[in-house]
């Protein structure tokens, strides 16, 4: 059993990008990848990090970074490349933070339960 303050802790639910696992080398890499094929300049792991935290998702991204007048399919298409190439590279290249397993490991002897949430819109049978 896990205590905290005197209080049993049941359960834990965490986030997984940028908590449990550093998807975001993975991701600029990709972005850039994907915004590369439409000519434009890539942008820093730092924009990305900063521009998602504050709940920019990969649409708002792109528009951020188009010019002005850009058509919406324009947009989308970087989008599909974007998740495509992201896809082929998440298994392989996103890994866990050092200590992740050992946690889970603590958490499951402790009998705690634990949740793993996201903000992703891949669809779950897509998820590693």
């Known amino acids: 059993m896990l205590f905290v303050n005197g209080r049993q802790i049941r ?4 986030d997984i990008d940028g908590t449990l ?4 080398s993975a991701f600029t890499s990709v ?11 890539p942008v820093s792991q730092q924009f990305l990090v900063q521009s998602l935290r504050r709940g920019a998702n990969l649409g708002d991204l792109l528009r951020r970074i ?5 058509d919406e399919w324009v ?3 970087c989008k599909g490349e974007i998740l495509q190439h992201f896809l082929k590279i998440e298994a392989s290249e ?3 933070f050092p200590g ?7 958490l499951k002897q402790r009998g705690t339960k634990i949740g793993i949430a996201t903000g992703s819109t891949t669809l779950p049978e ?3």
């Open 94 to 96: 996103v890994k866990p």
């Open 100 to 106: 992740v397993n050992e946690l889970f490991g603590n």
């Open 75 to 77: 947009i989308e298409k």
């Open 11 to 14: 359960g834990v639910i965490f």
């Open 21 to 24: 696992v550093d998807s975001f």
């Open 31 to 41: 972005f850039n990848q994907g915004i590369g094929q439409f000519d434009l300049q």
């Open 66 to 70: 188009f010019p002005g007048q850009t």
């Open 126 to 128: 897509k998820e590693w």
